[in-house]
């Protein structure tokens, strides 16, 4: 017999099958894209450039800190293949609309300390830096910002800690099991009171073989104080296809932290410079870049989104989350589609309309002009839903015990669509009535019964969906 799920009054996202009766259950699991919209911030500054990426949010008292690298991609035209030395900037946002860049005047660059730079190469030798703010209730103040980077000097992962998110002190190793050379996240998990940290490393592949010819993986470690580490492992995609993964940018999804989200960059490297290249945007420019590497050239990059619920096994969807988009001058490149780590809650610009969730990410690698940061759109907890087609088709979850008085839905319609739901347990059922429209939270009425009165015990929830799609669900 199906053990019971108990989900209190946590929101339920339906981005899995985890819930659902795979045997009943006939609605389809889909995936949503977010939508481009505006560039927020210009990397135009002299010490940003083309490469400025690996940009990382932090939700922080109602003030959204940016963290991000400053620096140049390989110009073809010079003998380095970086200009010169990569540095971390700051920038900071009361809306994810509107960024600034604060003067800090902690780092000189060409002569000045007039710039938004809190480490350079005098500090270290970063190529990647991500921060979380530690929610640990036993983390002392003055380690309450934890930065985590590779030193490319000794190639060991550090930890970095701050008082305040922007003067970082370098304070210990972590780990060298790794190749740690792109964004390595880490993150505080107040379910199991333990530290999580999703790192970059290869497999596959002859002994000795050159890394290009393995893959690129991601790994997971764990800690109980963020000194001492286990061994990074792979993440279980569950028997998946097997292909290279570039960044990972795990999070803690914030209306609904037992479930992690992340969103890889697939890297897709072209066997050999085709007529397709031709027509692309950019021939010659990506002619250029091959001069140094051919597969600088030759690689393009997407995102997929994938999901996990104890942050070792995890549920990835291989249809493209983002894509490059409409081909143009400068994009279909390696370097597309890093998102940001970090999401924010923005308006949407329908007069009286539920706020968006914005995500970011960087146009313009290998360009040889300033990188843009742009922001990207969703509905709120709209990465995948369960949907029914216009004939008809249901949802029917696996036993569920619950906490609350009310049932509330994220859910959309058609105007000839709807929703029912029903709930079945301790001897009982209940229907609600038909719902239509398309609500972030609406209340589901059940005119013949009180909800309240299954919860505690094992009930199981049938969502019938007539053009309709439904996202998240929660008791309250």
């Known amino acids: 017999m199906t053990q019971p799920i108990h989900i209190g009054t946590r929101r339920e996202v339906l981005w899995d099958e985890y819930l659902a009766d795979g045997e009943r259950t006939t609605a389809e699991l889909v995936l949503h894209r977010p939508q481009a919209r505006e560039v927020v911030m210009h990397h135009d500054a002299p010490w940003e450039g083309d490469g400025c990426d690996f940009h990382n949010i932090v939700a922080d008292d109602g003030l959204y800190r940016l963290y991000y690298l400053g620096w ?8 380095s293949h970086i200009p010169r030395p990569i540095v971390v900037c700051y920038a900071e946002s009361a809306d994810g609309l509107t960024w600034v860049k604060p003067d800090l005047g902690l780092c000189e660059f060409d002569g000045s300390k007039s710039n938004n730079i809190i480490l350079d190469e005098h500090t270290e030798k970063l190529s990647n830096f991500a921060v979380f703010v530690d929610a640990n209730p036993d983390c002392p103040p003055e380690e309450r910002y934890k930065g985590v980077g590779l030193d490319g000097n000794d190639h060991y992962l550090w930890c970095f800690t701050s008082a305040d998110g922007i003067h970082f002190e370098k304070a210990w190793r972590m780990t060298d099991q790794g190749r740690f050379d792109t964004l390595n996240v880490a993150l505080w998990d107040r379910h199991t009171g333990k530290y999580f940290c999703y790192v970059r490393d290869f497999h596959g592949g002859a002994p000795g073989a050159d890394l290009n010819e393995r893959i690129r993986d991601v790994r997971w470690m764990v800690s109980d104080d963020f000194r001492t580490w286990t061994v990074p492992v792979l993440l279980d995609f569950g028997g998946a296809d097997d292909y290279p993964l570039y960044t990972n940018v795990v999070q803690p999804y914030y209306r609904a932290d037992h479930m992690f989200v992340g969103f890889p960059s697939r890297y897709v490297e072209k066997r050999a410079w ?101 922001r990207h759109a969703l509905r709120i907890d709209g990465f995948a839903s369960y949907r029914g087609p216009y004939a008809g088709a249901r949802l029917v979850t696996k036993p569920l015990v619950f906490e609350g008085q009310e049932l509330a839905i994220n859910f959309a319609t058609s105007a000839a669509g709807h929703a029912k739901v029903r709930l079945r ?4 059922e209940l229907e609600s009535v038909e719902l239509f429209g398309d609500s972030l939270d609406r209340r589901v009425e059940f005119p013949d019964g009180d909800v309240g009165a299954l919860a505690g015990a094992p009930v199981v929830m049938e ?14």
């Open 72 to 79: 140049e991609t390989m110009n073809p035209e010079v003998t």
């Open 274 to 374: 085709s007529t397709n290249f031709e027509q692309m945007g950019g021939a010659q420019r990506r002619r250029g870049i091959m001069s140094v590497a051919p597969r600088y050239g030759l690689t393009v990059t997407d995102c997929v989104f994938m999901c996990s619920r104890d942050g070792k096994r995890w549920a990835r969807r291989d249809e493209a989350f983002m894509t490059p988009g409409p081909e143009s001058e400068y994009n279909w490149v390696y370097g597309d589609c890093y998102p940001a780590v970090g999401m924010i809650e923005t308006p949407t610009d329908r007069p009286g309309g539920p706020p968006e969730l914005s995500m970011y990410a960087f146009d313009g690698h290998w360009s040889q002009r300033p990188a843009q940061l742009r």
């Open 425 to 428: 347990g301790a001897g009982r």
């Open 463 to 476: 969502i019938e969906l007539k053009d309709g799609d439904v996202f998240s669900f929660r008791f309250s």
